[in-house]
């Protein structure tokens, strides 16, 4: 059974760097077709992609949000992590982490997400 | 980047009536590799999203067949046949052609009357 849950501090103050850790079970983040997504939500907005890591270490990210972000994995402790630097009230938002598939079935598919965690930015 | 609208934004179906979402992108989803690049998700209240279609007519596994999707090039469709109680939530159409960018539409609400 494939899981996703996202972790990380639920209030950040302005300027403040967030981390956030997405601990994966069901795949392995070695597996060659298969990466992991962030994808945030405003509340009450549409989705956002923000940075997504595959097995080989390629790393993407928004271009409007690249200087602020940074994706990592621990292959061996399941886990994705991604950090925004300098944050902002505007990035008050659920924060989703995604399986994302790489190989010839549904190639760029988000066939699994986690719950999601709301994070706050104020002071 | 690639500009993703939906239309409408908000709808209301009778149980058993069918349901169109239209989708158009600032720029051909067609890649050179012959496939077109856009999927349609649905996010029920309160849960993440999930894939509904992949490359513009491809059902995901479990998805019922009453969704089929539609198009080519910049202007798509998402039809659900005879919407049920269950499809109520927020319909977005993602293209993922211009990557690394992955670019969401602003999302169509469906209601049940």
């Known amino acids: 059974q494939v899981t996703l849950k996202e972790s990380g501090p639920v209030l950040v103050k302005p300027t403040e760097t967030l981390t956030l850790t997405c601990t994966v079970s069901g795949f392995s983040l070695s597996n060659a077709r298969m990466g992991v997504s962030w994808i945030r939500q405003p509340p009450g907005k549409a989705l956002e992609w923000l940075a997504h890591?595959?097995?080989?270490?390629?790393?993407s990210y928004s271009t409007s949000l690249k200087s602020r972000l940074t994706i990592s994995k621990d292959t061996s402790k399941s886990q994705v992590v991604l950090t925004m630097t300098n944050m902002d009230p505007v990035d008050t938002a659920t924060y989703y982490c995604?399986?994302?598939?790489?190989?010839?079935?549904?190639?760029?598919?988000?066939?699994?997400w986690g719950q999601g965690t709301l994070v706050t930015v104020s002071s | 980047d690639i500009v993703m609208t939906q239309t409408p934004l908000s709808l209301s179906v009778t149980p058993g009536q069918p349901a169109s979402i239209s989708c158009k992108s600032s720029?051909?989803?067609?890649?050179?590799?012959?496939?077109?690049?856009l999927y349609w998700y649905l996010q029920k209240p309160g849960q993440p999203p999930q894939l509904l279609i992949y490359?513009?007519?491809n059902r995901f596994s479990g998805v019922p067949d009453r969704f089929s999707g539609s198009g080519s090039g910049t202007d798509f469709t998402l039809k659900i046949s005879r919407v049920e109680a269950e499809d109520v939530g927020v319909y977005y159409c993602?293209?993922?052609?211009?990557?690394?960018?992955?670019?969401f539409g602003q999302g169509t609400k469906l209601e049940i009357k």
């Open positions: 993602m293209q993922s052609i211009q990557l690394p960018q992955y670019t």
């Open positions: 995604a399986r994302i598939l790489g190989g010839s079935y549904c190639p760029g598919c988000f066939d699994y």
């Open positions: 490359e513009v007519s």
């Open positions: 720029q051909s989803l067609l890649h050179s590799d012959g496939k077109t690049y």
């Open positions: 890591i595959f097995s080989n270490d390629e790393k």
